[in-house]
């Protein structure tokens, strides 16, 4: 059973990347989408999570806040990364944000930089330099593509920070995490309502039902991708890195053949090598957590 979780997570995950590639070709509003993503992932979170009503005192809200802001905001680069670099680069890019909070450990924190982690961010940074298009890309979008790679490095960070944050509210124990992810979803949704509807009074975004119901179809699949996930480390709450692994690694390749097959993405030598040092680093990364 956790290894079907591990599955359904890995492709609704990649679902979502393959959403947000398809949202251009159907000329999907994709602030309108990911902000009517939020309203169904409250709904569905209400529905299988089952989180306590709860308001503690001492909740750590700046974390809410932080959190409401950066989600669909990265969503919404995230989708721009997709469409100009295509789906595997911008997934290597969000799998190897798991060393940002590495690096924020050792040099903010004080920790111990191991030889094997030391390898998996010198892996990483490898990868990631591989998976970048170096060469000219010729699009009509030119503003997208000109500097293609400067939306993989937000997405990359930015992931590592949210990542942070998350991690924070995991730590906190005074209010449940299902109850913590119910408002940090209320907050992401209300914060981009309010965004939405400043574009509908600028006229840079108009009121259109596909685009809300496209943005369902996201929320659908980016809630499956949390649930199964969450189900996953409840299976094997013994052995979450191994959860952790094998969930980056499957996204990785999944993303690779999708994109290669389905969307006919074209990579260079060096970004096939990219993909391979990717999976390495994550392996080498968690590997004495695994065994």
């Not at 251009?24 to 994709?30: A, E, F, G, N």
């Not at 998350?166 to 906190?172: H, I, V």
């Not at 094997?236 to 191994?242: E, G």
Request: proline residues 3%.
């Amino acid at each position: 059973m956790p290894i079907l979780y591990i599955v359904l997570s890995i492709c609704f995950s990649v679902t979502v990347s393959v959403l947000l590639k398809m949202a251009r070709r159907y000329q999907i509003d994709i602030f309108q989408a990911i902000t009517w993503n939020y309203s169904m992932a409250i709904v569905l979170t209400w529905i299988f999570l089952r989180p306590r009503l709860e308001i503690v005192h001492s909740s750590p809200y700046y974390v809410y806040t932080l959190l409401g802001l950066l989600l669909p905001a990265l969503f919404v680069i995230v989708a721009i990364s997709i469409t100009s670099n295509g789906i595997i680069r911008t997934e290597i890019a969000q799998r190897l944000s798991l060393f940002i909070p590495v690096l924020a450990a050792f040099f903010f924190f004080g920790e111990h930089l191991t030889i094997l982690k030391g390898m998996g961010l010198g892996l990483c940074f490898a990868a990631i330099v591989c998976s970048v298009p170096w060469g000219k890309q010729r699009s009509p979008n030119t503003k997208k593509t000109a500097n293609a790679w400067m939306y993989l490095l937000v997405v990359f960070v930015g992931m590592g920070i949210i990542d942070i944050l998350f991690k924070k509210l995991s730590a906190f124990k005074g209010t449940s995490y299902t109850s913590s992810l119910l408002l940090v979803f209320i907050l992401a949704f209300v914060l981009s309502l309010i965004n939405l509807f400043y574009r509908f009074g600028a006229k840079k975004s108009k009121f259109s039902w596909p685009h809300i119901l496209f943005g369902w179809i996201l929320g659908v699949a980016n809630f499956g991708n949390i649930l199964f996930y969450i189900k996953a480390l409840g299976s094997l709450a013994d052995k979450p890195s191994l959860v952790f692994s094998i969930n980056d690694i499957g996204i990785i390749v999944l993303g690779a053949f999708v994109s290669l097959t389905v969307f006919k993405e074209k990579l260079s030598t060096i970004n096939k090598v990219g993909i391979g040092l990717a999976v390495l680093a994550i392996v080498v990364f968690y590997s004495p957590s695994i065994f």
